[in-house]
Nanobody
Framework: QVQLVESGGGLVQAGGSLRLSCAASGRTFSSYAMGWFRQAPGKERELVAAISRNGARTDYAEPVKGRFIISRDNAKSTVYLQMNSLKPEDTANYYC???????????????????WGQGTQVTVSS
């Protein structure tokens, strides 16, 4: 098991930027593929971005392509989500997730992940 703690959420105006961080502890971070998901009230949890265990592969949901960047620093056991050009529709609770894998691939579905953080709220005002 790995423990995940998100930070960096907050209130920002449309067009602004935020950087989310997710610090992991407990097991070898480089053995985990990571993902960022979000969930707005009344909606299902959805993938925002995913990154492979070595950072070589990334995947993004269509609504955030070209605006968000996922990255990781295995030496710091941390994954980041840089969010630019934020829109009101990006408002949600953002969750960090981890899945242990031997493959250098990304995982797109919530059911693929067995470890979750508590979430951090992002609110974008218009």
């Amino acid at each position: 098991q790995v423990q995940l703690v998100e930070s960096g959420g907050g209130l920002v105006q449309a067009g602004g930027s935020l950087r989310l961080s997710c610090a992991a502890s407990g097991r070898t971070f480089s053995s985990y593929a990571m993902g960022w998901f979000r969930q707005a009230p009344g909606k299902e949890r959805e993938l925002v971005a995913a990154i492979s265990r070595n950072g070589a592969r990334t995947d993004y949901a269509e609504p955030v392509k070209g605006r968000f960047i996922i990255s990781r620093d295995n030496a710091k056991s941390t994954v980041y989500l840089q969010m630019n050009s934020l829109k009101p529709e990006d408002t949600a609770n953002y969750y960090c997730a981890a899945t242990h894998t031997y493959l250098s691939t990304t995982y797109s579905y919530a059911r693929d992940y067995g470890n979750w953080g508590q979430g951090t709220q992002v609110t974008v005002s218009s």
